[in-house]
């Protein structure tokens, strides 16, 4: 798979005439060789050449943590009196063109900018970006898996197995957290809980807020999951409870959020651009009269990050492909009072679109 993964890339770098690829922390590095490397320091860095045998330059000390890969890369330790900017700046050579990865340090760029002078820099993504956008059968594989991991949490909270009246956000957050990982990830990447007014921010960060009867409760949270090469793929998925039955208002919003929701997965088949997909999900809300409080693009990719191409939001004209993974997440949110948010993860496959996230969508009533 990953010698696929690196023929491809080379193909890629063929068409946009980049020579050489470099990448370094984030999401490129593992996903073409399944080493995620530690945000250190020391340099730790793929040099992968169009023509010829990659090069995974690495702090001697990590060595060990590294799986070598002989028919993807070779293994090229570096010590503590090493400098790696140079082992990396004579394997670039004399090359053009040189794509670096997108969250590389701005320390480590600037001085390979200054030993390869003749060199032009531009941004992995380019390269990388549409190939990690299309996911192959092995990482639907690990995104259903990871997916039917949440699920059974969030069916937990809906039958009021996790305890939330007399708890504040951040001990249910916890909660959430342990969870996750007792579920199989490896890494918690985040555990949103807002009780009642706080619901109304989107990226509310959880506190001190008790959690009391009468009120809604939004939990979105997600984790990293291993495959079997122990590269990690994301789950993500948001559910919202109500403490006791929910007042007319709640209960019509979160009507119309669910219907929103629903139209807008079953409108991204293989063709459809992404933002029709989100113009469906953001028509019905706005017909309800709650255009102003949807304030987010209706979805993001999906993958060893939480967000990544292709973002379903107004203005992306990409049309959605086999294999692009990504959320259908519309929400509702009224200051000061209450908010809402409805989230699966979603495939798009060429016999329709295939939601991994199947835990009910409804709003479930807790006794607390």
Known sequence: MLTERAARVRDRMVDLGVDVLLLSVGPELPWLTGYEAMPLERLTMLVLPRDGDATLVVPRLEAPRVTERPEVFDLLPWDETDDPVRLVAERVGRAATVAIGDRTWARFVLDLQAACPRARFVRADRVTGPLRAVKDEAEVAALRRAAAAVDRIAAALQAGEIPLVGRTEAEVAADLGRRIVEEGHRRVNFAI???????????HE??????????????????????ELGIGYCSDITRCVHVGEPPAEVRDAYAVLHEAQRAAVAAATVGTPCEQVDAVARRIIAEAGHGDRF??????????????????????????????????????????????????????TPDGPEPLNRVDHGLAVVDG
């Not at 807020?209 to 009120?215: A, F, H, K, N």
């Not at 203005?315 to 009224?334: C, D, M, Q, R, W």
Request: charged residues 20%.
């Open 295 to 348: 304030v987010h693009r209706t979805g993001h990719g999906i993958g060893v990050e939480e967000h990544e191409d292709p973002y379903i939001v107004a203005g992306n004209a990409t049309p959605l492909a086999p294999g692009h993974a990504f959320s259908v997440e519309p929400g509702i949110y009224v200051p000061g009072r209450f908010g809402l948010r409805l989230e699966d993860i979603v495939v798009a």
């Open 193 to 203: 809980v807002a009780a009642g007014e706080n619901a109304a921010s989107p990226h």
């Open 206 to 227: 959880p506190g001190g807020r008790v959690i009391r009867p009468g009120d809604v409760v939004l939990c979105d949270f997600g984790g990293t999951m291993d495959d």
